[in-house]
């Protein structure tokens, strides 16, 4: 069942990496991989300091944010020999975070990432006990738990490589990428005639 193939995540042995190793780990790993790469991403907000457009975002500025988003090359950030495929999760009324990033994701999408977007209410079945984990899958016996804290602040991943966990929690997120709408149609349906997001000010 799909949502057990969910739960087994949470109770899969795994090591932790910082944040700082994860990265690295995840990136030196990312340009070997062949095939498909499933993302899973479910948070409605993450707190992204390191990201110039997120923070114009939140202090107000949505031009500025929506620019610097325009201006980033994000072909850079894609594995040279797999494709990327991302399923992103969305709750509305949509947070000031998640309508960012579905501009964002427009543009990784235009990049040559494979985006789509699946409404909350597709995936509630799957998570009677918590929301769905965040997840990268990169190969049948490698997937990591991506990690994040209270605010939603990024704190590292936690490696995981037993076929028996990973192999189901690809199938389901295949099978919901399956059912979800490609990022720009969103964008264009849901996001495009929002106001800018209202946003309480970073404090500096």
Partial sequence: MPGEAFEHVRQAAGVTLPAADYRA??????????????????????????VPSWTAMMNGDWH???????????????PPRAELRRLRIAAEPLTPYLQWEI??????????????????????HLERS????ELLIL??????????????????????TDPAVIEPCA???????????????YHDRVVAQLPPPAVSRIPS
């Fill in 25 to 50: 780990e995840f990136y030196r790993r990312l340009r070997r991989v062949e095939g498909a790469v499933w993302k899973l991403e479910r948070g409605q907000h993450f707190h992204e300091p390191d």
């Fill in 130 to 133: 918590a929301p769905l984990p």
């Fill in 103 to 124: 501009v964002l994701l427009v543009a990784r999408s235009r990049a040559g990432e494979r985006v789509r977007v699946l409404p909350v209410e597709a995936v509630r």
């Fill in 171 to 185: 199938l389901s997120v295949a099978d919901l990428y399956e059912r979800a709408e490609d990022v720009v149609a």
């Fill in 64 to 78: 500025r944010a929506v620019d610097l988003i325009a201006r980033t090359r994000y072909t850079d950030d894609l």
């Fill in 139 to 160: 190969d049948r016996d490698l997937m990591y738990e991506v990690l994040y804290d209270d605010i939603g602040a990024h704190t590292g991943g936690r490696r995981i």
